[in-house]
């Protein structure tokens, strides 16, 4: 096996280190602001609601009032029992804990009307009214999902079907997605932006919005609409424990969107998207909300199917800085890439200050990192995006076809981008590297016989 090592001068290997370092010492006081919600100890058990498990009564009602209550009497856990318990969108409010316990399923219904009338949302980092998510919090502080039971959003049944083709006619989102990019790009109100029966706009499964101090911890989550955690304008939120099955079109694991302060750790990420995806909002509503991602802690993971380890982008006009993925096994024949960065001219933002280190990759399909900065439209608009400053350092690779797939434009910046200490396994094929900044020091790579 022939094995080519790479060595830069020390002196532009010190250019690298102080800022990675002080980059790593913020995590500490980022960690300090990062607090579990305090519920109080009472119990609200929904089936002392008229809930019934059997699979087939609907439970909304029983699940409403159950949270109703608890919020009355300044908080408790909402318990979900074990069994099959049926339910529409579940909206949770301040002090409450929804809590499934072992052998509990919450399966949502496959009758989409339930989630109308419209909610105020984001669809894809865009600005409307929709389908309600199916679990829901807007402007409530002090909230968990816990348990050891599972989220079954049954969206083989119903929404996915609804994701259609770039050519895909009636009963898809194709027509319904142009048509809010449109209204995004000509700045349409808001208000005016109504989506919902006809429409085909897929949901997200859980959609913490404007909240604070939020856990959610232990569940698993199934058949997913589309994205599965959404923290959305939140701060101080921990994702802990999840363990994350959903292989949908567009089922992202976790997207925090234009929050600070977030921990994801010891997940699984087995999706049909990106695991981890950061976003702050596309192209118009992106830069006039004008609330990056900030202060984002992601470790001890474990990745395996999905488009990217963890993402920043392509939603990610408000752009996003410090974030911190260490210590995760990423490996699958359909993970693309570990590290990926994407924009483009329509969505510009500044990507900056991210950081992995102490991860291991068994397999990806594609690359080890990704900076795509001709996504979609390219360098067609007038937003350039930036990536500046990113460190990738201790990473072990058993098996990669590249090392680098990164692809800017003149116009567009990517710079001060270094891979150190890392060993690259099995390569087979030349880098992609196109108008950008990229350098390794003391890595090896080993080709692939």
């Not at 096996?1 to 913020?26: H, N, S």
């Not at 339910?87 to 052998?103: F, I, M, Q, W, Y």
Request: neutral net charge; proline residues 5%; aromatic residues 6%.
């Amino acid at each position: 096996m022939k094995k080519i090592l790479f060595y830069l001068l020390p002196l532009l290997a010190a250019t690298i280190a102080p800022a990675a370092e002080e980059g790593w010492q913020q995590v500490p006081e980022i960690l300090a602001r990062i607090q579990p919600p305090q519920i109080p100890p009472h119990d609200f058990v929904i089936t002392g609601f008229g809930a019934v498990g059997n699979g087939v009564t609907d439970a909304s009602a029983a699940i409403s009032q159950a949270i109703t209550a608890a919020a009355a009497l300044g908080g408790g856990r909402v318990v979900v029992p074990a069994g099959s318990f049926v339910t529409g969108p579940v909206r949770l409010k301040s002090n409450v804990e929804l809590h499934l316990a072992k052998d509990a399923t919450l399966l949502f219904s496959t009758n989409t009307q339930l989630y109308l009338p419209a909610v105020f949302t984001r669809f894809e980092g865009i600005e409307c009214y929709n389908y309600s998510p199916l679990i829901v919090a807007v402007g409530q502080t002090n909230l968990a999902i816990t348990g050891d039971g599972t989220l079954d959003g049954q969206a083989d049944f119903s929404w996915l079907t609804w994701k259609g083709g770039k050519s895909a006619g009636a009963h898809t989102q194709t027509a319904a997605r142009a048509r809010l990019d449109k209204m995004n790009n000509d700045q349409v109100p808001v208000d005016q932006r109504r989506f919902g029966a006809g429409d085909y706009l897929r949901p997200n499964f859980i959609q913490f919005q404007r909240c604070s101090q939020v856990l959610i911890a232990g569940v698993k989550i199934r058949h997913s609409p589309m994205w599965e955690i959404h923290p959305l304008l939140c701060t101080n939120v921990i994702v802990r424990g999840v363990d994350i099955f959903s292989h949908g079109a567009n089922n992202d694991g976790c997207d925090p969107e234009s929050s600070r302060d977030v921990l994801i750790e010891k997940c699984i990420f087995d999706t049909g998207d990106d695991c981890i995806a950061i976003k702050s909002g596309r192209n118009n509503d992106g830069r006039r909300v004008g609330v990056p991602s900030v202060n984002l802690i992601i470790r001890d993971s474990t990745m395996r199917d999905g488009h990217a380890g963890t993402a920043i982008g392509s939603e990610i006009s408000g752009s996003c800085s410090n974030v911190f993925v260490e210590n995760c096994e990423m490996s699958s024949s359909n993970l693309v890439c570990a590290l990926r960065l994407k924009s483009n001219a329509m969505r510009g933002g500044e990507l900056r200050n991210i950081h992995m280190r102490n991860c291991h990759v068994g397999l990806v399909k594609d690359s080890v990192l990704q900076i795509d900065f001709l996504y979609d439209e390219g360098p067609n608009g007038p937003f350039k995006p930036v990536a500046n400053d990113v460190d990738i350092e201790n990473v072990t690779v058993d098996h990669t076809p590249r090392v680098l797939n990164v692809r800017g434009f003149p116009a567009a910046t990517i710079s001060n981008i270094w891979l150190r200490h890392c060993t690259f396994k099995q390569v087979k094929k030349p880098d992609v590297l196109i108008d950008a900044d990229v350098k390794l020091d003391d890595c090896s790579l080993e080709s692939a016989k």
